[in-house]
């Protein structure tokens, strides 16, 4: 397993890319309300990510994938593909944006509640967001990959979710999926080494009932077998000397960008 870790040159282009993957989820925010199709949040998406930033959306035509944003509601677990049916109050809704900025890769996504969602609903997002957070804190260098996967995984179960298991984070820079892969369940203690000048993602994927997914016949579109609902917080970070940077940090997050 080859990790690649980063430059300074690197790094300062990968705050940038940070930066604007993490505007585009700001600027989206006021958009997402009954009524509007998630057809329309990509194009929204798409035309500030390439005529205001003057970037690239990553996931447009990545391995065919037709859209520059995935948006996944209710029981889609990952790479929804926007189209044309409206959103309904009390639907939940993942959008998920990378961007490209001088070859270099920002991944983000979050929750947004549509109208007035359900308690369960919104407890869902949060423990979820919860164990990304959880994650986030223990990265430093000598953190080992089972550490987070560990924290992941007990946060969720304790509050009687599970983790979905075949999609996980990944190492991120020039390549949009690189080594190493991050699970979001594991063992402490076992796993890589964390290393200062590595940069990753944690996208938790944290399911309401169980845990086993099913991906639809587009290819891309993954749900919950039981149709329960799933939810998903993901930033992109780097391991500096003494512990983390966020570099898609957004005004709404309660975690501080660089550990303390």
């Known amino acids: 397993?080859?990790?690649?870790?980063?430059?300074?040159?690197?790094?300062?282009?990968?705050?940038?890319?940070?930066?604007?993957?993490?505007?585009?989820?700001?600027m989206i925010a006021d958009y997402v309300k009954p009524g509007v199709t998630t057809e329309e949040l990509d194009r929204i998406c798409h035309d500030y990510i390439v005529?205001?930033?003057?970037?690239?959306?990553?996931?447009?035509?990545?391995?065919?994938?037709?859209?520059?944003?995935?948006?996944?509601?209710?029981?889609?677990?990952?790479?929804?593909?926007?189209?044309?049916?409206?959103?309904?109050?009390?639907?939940?809704?993942?959008?998920?944006v990378t961007v490209i900025k001088d070859g270099y890769h920002g991944d983000t996504s979050r929750m947004f509640h549509v109208g007035s969602v359900p308690v369960w609903a919104e407890r869902l997002s949060q423990v979820t967001q919860e164990?990304?957070?959880?994650?986030?804190?223990?990265?430093?260098?000598?953190?080992?990959?089972?550490?987070?996967?560990?924290?992941?995984?007990?946060?969720?179960?304790?509050?009687?979710?599970?983790?979905?298991?075949?999609?996980?984070?990944?190492?991120?820079?020039?390549?949009?999926?690189?080594?190493?892969q991050i699970l979001h369940y594991g063992r402490a203690g076992t796993g890589m080494e964390l290393k200062a000048g590595m940069t990753f993602t944690i996208e938790p994927m944290i399911n309401q009932g169980k845990a086993d997914t099913k991906v639809l016949g587009?290819?891309?579109?993954?749900?919950?077998?039981?149709?329960?609902?799933?939810?998903?917080?993901?930033?992109?970070?780097?391991?500096?000397?003494t512990g983390y940077e966020i570099f898609t940090l957004r005004s709404d997050d309660t975690i501080p960008r660089v550990s303390a």
């Open 1 to 26: 397993m080859t990790v690649t870790l980063k430059t300074p040159e690197d790094i300062a282009k990968m705050r940038i890319a940070g930066k604007l993957a993490a505007d585009v989820l700001e």
């Open 51 to 96: 005529n205001e930033q003057k970037a690239i959306p990553a996931p447009l035509n990545y391995k065919g994938f037709p859209k520059s944003i995935c948006t996944s509601i209710n029981h889609v677990v990952c790479h929804g593909i926007p189209n044309e049916k409206p959103l309904k109050d009390g639907d939940t809704l993942n959008i998920d």
């Open 131 to 180: 164990c990304m957070y959880k994650a986030i804190e223990l990265v430093k260098p000598g953190c080992r990959l089972g550490d987070i996967g560990e924290v992941i995984q007990k946060h969720a179960e304790k509050n009687g979710f599970s983790v979905v298991r075949e999609f996980c984070g990944h190492g991120i820079g020039k390549v949009f999926h690189e080594e190493p």
């Open 218 to 241: 587009d290819g891309w579109t993954a749900i919950t077998k039981d149709r329960k609902l799933s939810a998903q917080w993901e930033h992109t970070l780097l391991v500096t000397d």
